[in-house]
Nanobody
Framework: QVQLVESGGGLVHAGGSLRLSCVAS????????IAWFRQAPGKEREGVSC????????YYADSVKDRFTISRDDAANTVYLTMNSLRPEDPAVYYC????WGWGLKAWEYDSWGQGTQVTVSS
């Protein structure tokens, strides 16, 4: 099973930016579609963005559209989530996840998950 490690979280002021990274090991990332999810305390896990396996098609939740950008560098076995114009409602633990089958923002479609990285936004 692919192993995933996220990094790049931290504290940022509202309106600021962060770039999250997710590095894969054990298997090449180009075998997988990848998604970012987030979970805030007391809330359900929410799909944020995903990128397809071959065509690099992307999809974003309405809550982050035009602010967040997902990208992948298969040579580096890394996927990124660039987050701009961060809002007070964006803080959460952000997780990357992979699937070899399908593509979308349903958590049950993904079978490998990282440990998460915390994003905090101060107002």
């Amino acid at each position: 099973q692919v192993q995933l490690v996220e990094s790049g979280g931290g504290l940022v002021h509202a309106g600021g930016s962060l770039r999250l990274s997710c590095v894969a090991s054990r298997f090449p990332l180009d075998l997988y579609a990848i998604a970012w999810f987030r979970q805030a305390p007391g809330k359900e896990r929410e799909g944020v963005s995903c990128i397809s396996r071959r065509d690099n098609l992307t999809y974003y939740a309405d809550s982050v559209k035009d602010r967040f950008t997902i990208s992948r560098d298969d040579a580096a076995n890394t996927v990124y989530l660039t987050m701009n114009s961060l809002r007070p409602e964006d803080p959460a633990v952000y997780y990357c996840a992979t699937t070899r089958w399908g593509w979308g923002l349903k958590a049950w479609e993904y079978d490998s998950w990282g440990q998460g990285t915390q994003v905090t936004v101060s107002s």
